[in-house]
């Protein structure tokens, strides 16, 4: 049998997950100025700075364009910063680095993190990050209520990878479903037809991606 990853490991598989998160976005919005797609905003279970739950989400906060810069810059310098960026690299690269090297990058990762999370407050108003907290817990409430909703059909399927995985499949589009119908009835009219509106420009850009040919 196994044995349970180390406390350290499991929060540097969470950490390194966040910053894969932040980082992770297409290059055509990274060479936007104004686009927030994938922009970490939100609050998740196990992690405090997650992307958007649904496309679209963060043109709700309707930020002005001098937000969006300082948005961009506050993750280049924090989460985005190079040597923290080698830092994971290295450690995903390498299983057996030492208990001493994880923890260093836990904090590294950690600091990191809050520094960036700082900034973020700093820029958005009171009511942007009101607004992050409630959509954040009604995201939690959603999730919470789907999983129980299912809860008895996995543990039916345990073993049975793939019928899971279409179980799986259902319960997401659900959620998802179940948590935009709530969203509509907390957003302001003008929220919600921001939402749709960048939800549909980044459907028609991930549309029109480059798809390297197969050879």
């Not at 966040?18 to 990274?30: D, E, G, K, R, S």
């Not at 073993?159 to 948590?179: H, I, L, P, Q, R």
Request: aromatic residues 6%; glycine residues 6%.
């Amino acid at each position: 049998m196994k044995s349970a990853a180390s406390p350290f490991r499991s929060s540097l598989l969470v950490l390194l997950s966040v910053l894969c998160t932040a980082l992770a976005m297409p290059a055509l919005a990274q060479k936007k100025a104004g686009s927030l797609a994938g922009f970490p905003l939100w609050t998740a279970k196990k992690n405090p700075v997650a992307g958007p739950f649904v496309p679209g989400l963060n043109a709700a906060l309707l930020l002005t364009d001098e937000q969006k810069a300082k948005l961009h810059a506050a993750r280049e310098e924090t989460l985005g910063n190079p040597e923290l960026q080698k830092l994971g690299a290295s450690l995903k690269q390498n299983p057996n680095a030492s208990e001493a090297d994880r923890a260093a990058a836990t904090k590294a990762f950690e600091e990191a993190r809050g520094q960036f999370k700082d900034r973020v407050d700093t820029i958005l108003t009171a009511d942007q990050r009101k607004l992050i907290a409630s959509i954040s817990a009604l995201f939690e409430e959603v999730s919470v209520a789907t999983g129980e909703a299912y809860r008895d059909r996995f543990a039916q399927l345990k073993g049975d990878k793939a019928s899971a995985a279409e179980v799986y499949k259902e319960a997401s589009e659900k959620n998802t479903k179940d948590f935009k119908g709530r969203l509509e009835g907390l957003l302001s009219k003008d929220q919600w037809a921001a939402l749709t509106k960048a939800a549909e420009d980044e459907e028609a850009a991930a549309k029109n991606a480059v798809k390297v040919k197969k050879p």
